[in-house]
């Protein structure tokens, strides 16, 4: 079956604008994870959605948001982007129990200049 | 909190030596721990998991085992290809239902011929 796909995989944006990313899962998977990846802070959870609600939140300042619908897909948003945003960020998808495992996609490397 | 510490690289090995990344954890309860890697450009893969104490995940000739008396998780592997020259990162889900990963910062393996 299809993997978790991102969308898009590139994306460079002005200082000030905001960027919506995408994120498709596995089907059948309802739990979306999203993760900032930069050189300095490594891999940081940024939320998780379970059923078009938000489960967790990582440390991340209220300009980044995100949700899911109604298909599990979800969207996550960063408004008034700042230059230390540029990272890769990366979207996991899962069922859920005690033996799951979360499955990634290829990321969204956003550029913002 | 819950957090993972594992050897900075970048490390650089022969083919065919013998390869240990270490990992240690903080974590309440009893966490499940994984091993993922990420190639150039690409996402994570799950390299291997383990779920209680004393567990050993095996994939591709990598092995873990879960220590639950030295809260460690370290990755090996017998004889190391230059196809496993990647970026390897250690990673604990705790209890509770939540998806949410907290990553090591990542072991860059470099494999020369």
């Known amino acids: 079956k299809a993997g978790v796909t991102q969308t898009p995989r590139y994306l460079i944006k002005t200082r000030g604008q905001q960027v919506t990313l995408s994120c498709s899962p596995i089907?059948?998977?309802?739990?979306v994870s999203w993760y900032q990846q930069t050189p300095g802070q490594g891999l940081q959870f940024l939320f998780e959605?379970?059923?078009?609600?938000?489960?967790n939140k990582g440390n991340f300042p209220g300009r980044f948001s995100g949700r899911q619908f109604s298909n599990s897909r979800s969207e996550m948003n960063v408004s008034t982007l700042e230059l230390g945003d540029s990272a890769l960020y990366l979207c996991?998808?899962?069922?859920?129990?005690?033996?799951?495992?979360?499955?990634f996609g290829q990321g969204t490397r956003l550029t913002v200049v | 909190g819950n957090s993972v510490t594992q050897m900075e690289g970048p490390v650089t090995l022969s083919e065919e030596a013998f390869l240990t990344i270490n990992c240690t954890y903080t974590?309440?309860?009893?966490?499940?721990l994984f091993w993922y890697v990420q190639y150039p450009g690409e996402g994570l893969q799950l390299l291997l998991k383990?779920?209680?104490?004393?567990d050993k995940g095996s994939n591709k000739g990598f092995e873990a085992t879960y220590r639950k008396e030295t809260t460690s998780f370290h990755l090996e592997k017998g004889s190391v290809q230059v196809s496993d020259s990647a970026v390897y990162f250690c990673?604990?889900?705790?209890?509770?239902?939540?998806?949410?990963?907290?990553f090591g910062k990542g072991t860059k393996l470099t494999v020369n011929p």
């Open positions: 996991a998808s899962s069922s859920i129990g005690e033996n799951t495992e979360a499955f």
């Open positions: 089907s059948g998977h309802r739990s």
């Open positions: 959605y379970f059923s078009e609600t938000q489960r």
């Open positions: 974590a309440t309860g009893y966490p499940s």
């Open positions: 383990a779920t209680k104490a004393d």
């Open positions: 990673a604990l889900r705790t209890q509770g239902g939540s998806e949410k990963l907290v």
